[in-house]
């Protein structure tokens, strides 16, 4: 928004499409270009040609301007995946939003249940478990990474059953190691479990069990 500061009271004698940024709009004061607003801020405070906008009025145009964007941001970001509250302030304030706006966009984002930590947790973890198996260790690091409150993050997380997971992750490995030999099998398979943050004892047991299972399939 590129306000004059030396000019904030007077007519609006234009308002254009700002062909540049798209689902904006750039407004004239006394056939000066005074600033751009959110097309939807502008259409929700009724701007209209001949109006007089006081310096009261073009802060709180501002104002508006400047929520809408970080609300805006918020929802890009969402639309990709479900974001935790802590990873999306964190996306906020790289981009550059302040403290206040970030807040007021939670807030209402939370109103409106696009931002639940609970709820993030349950989809994180279901993910996981369906997609890419790992032990509950690891799920824990990557949702406190991300922000979410402990308590939360046990209360889903310790629902996970590591065993089943455990096994399926050594099953969807163990299908490009049917060639090699039982002492590669178990140092590839263990490091590879290893990673998913599983406990050394459960990697020794799944071992066993898929290599067993491998051989009597071979047979």
Known sequence: MYLNMGELTGKITAIRPDRGRQKRVKVSLD???????????????????????????????????????????????LSYRPRSEGE??????????????IEKVIAKLKEQKLVDDLAFAR???DNRDSFSPRGQRLIKLELKQKGVNASIVDEIVDTTDDTENA????????????????????????????RRGFDFALINRVIERVWQEKVSIAE
């Not at 073009?58 to 104002?63: G, P, Q």
């Not at 400047?66 to 805006?72: K, Y």
């Not at 999306?88 to 706006?101: I, Y």
């Open 31 to 77: 056939n000066k270009l005074a600033f751009s607003l959110d097309a939807g801020v502008a259409k929700e405070e009724r701007l209209q040609i001949g109006q007089e906008l006081s310096e009261e009025r073009i802060n709180s145009l501002v104002k508006s301007d400047h929520f809408t964007r970080c609300l805006n941001a918020a929802f890009l970001f």
């Open 123 to 125: 989809f994180w973890k």
């Open 167 to 194: 096994y399926n992750a050594a099953m969807h490995k163990a299908r490009s190691l049917r060639r090699v030999d039982y002492p590669t099998f178990r140092r590839r398979l263990g490091e590879y479990l290893q």
């Open 88 to 101: 999306l302030k964190e996306r906020l304030q790289r981009r550059g939003f302040n403290g206040e706006n």
